[in-house]
């Protein structure tokens, strides 16, 4: 029966339609993996279990996709142009408070870019076990505007607690950072 089951999963997993759903997680956990040493940098060297970086091929990824042009790319306490980033992450429930949120977002220049990445599944504990799926708005912003961004989620959104979550940006393209300070207001 557990092979059945296990079988079953598998043909599921790996139908054309599952993979392309899954897709977009696929950039967030390289986000994350690769994200991760600027975030915990004393764990790369203790490669504590529990972290994405204790992934045996989490390194060589980096040292595979790692090969940044100093001339394009920055880390964000050595510019002028750019102001300290943040990507924010928040879910809904489903696509057409997405695009609501994302778009109020937008339209009050709280942030330059909302992505939302569809098919996401969660399991919590909120008075009692609890699965569903949502959408994730990945939203890149400056860092002084987490504050009145999460003001404006929590005044907009479903949810009695909406997540409100955020990692800096440490570095990347000049030109998109000078465009995410440029499309953000002050």
Same mark, same amino acid.
């Given at each position: 029966m557990a092979y059945a089951l296990c079988s079953a999963g598998a043909a599921s997993v790996f139908s054309s339609s599952a993979i392309r759903r899954r897709l977009p997680l696929v950039g967030a956990f390289c986000m994350?993996?690769?994200g991760l040493s600027n975030l915990c940098p004393t764990l790369s060297s203790s490669l504590k279990t529990g972290c994405a970086q204790s992934l045996?091929?989490?390194s060589l990824l980096r040292s595979k996709f790692s090969t940044q042009s100093q001339a394009n790319t920055i880390k964000m306490e050595a510019s002028g142009n750019t102001v300290p980033s943040i990507v924010v992450y928040v879910t809904v429930p489903n696509r057409?408070?997405? +695009? +609501?949120?994302?778009?109020?977002?937008? +339209?009050? +220049?709280?942030?330059?870019?909302?992505?939302?990445?569809?098919g996401i599944c969660f399991c919590l504990y909120w008075l009692q076990v609890q699965t569903d799926s949502e959408e994730l708005l990945i939203i890149k912003t400056r860092q002084s505007l987490l504050e009145a961004l999460t003001e404006h989620v929590k005044a907009n959104h479903e949810y009695e607690v909406p997540e409100v979550i955020s990692l800096p940006i440490t570095g990347g393209s000049i030109p998109y950072l000078e465009w995410l300070k440029n499309s953000t207001r002050d």
């Open positions: 994350l993996s690769f045996p091929f989490v057409d408070a997405g +695009k +609501k949120l994302a778009q109020s977002i937008i +339209k009050e +220049k709280l942030a330059a870019c909302v992505n939302i990445v569809p």
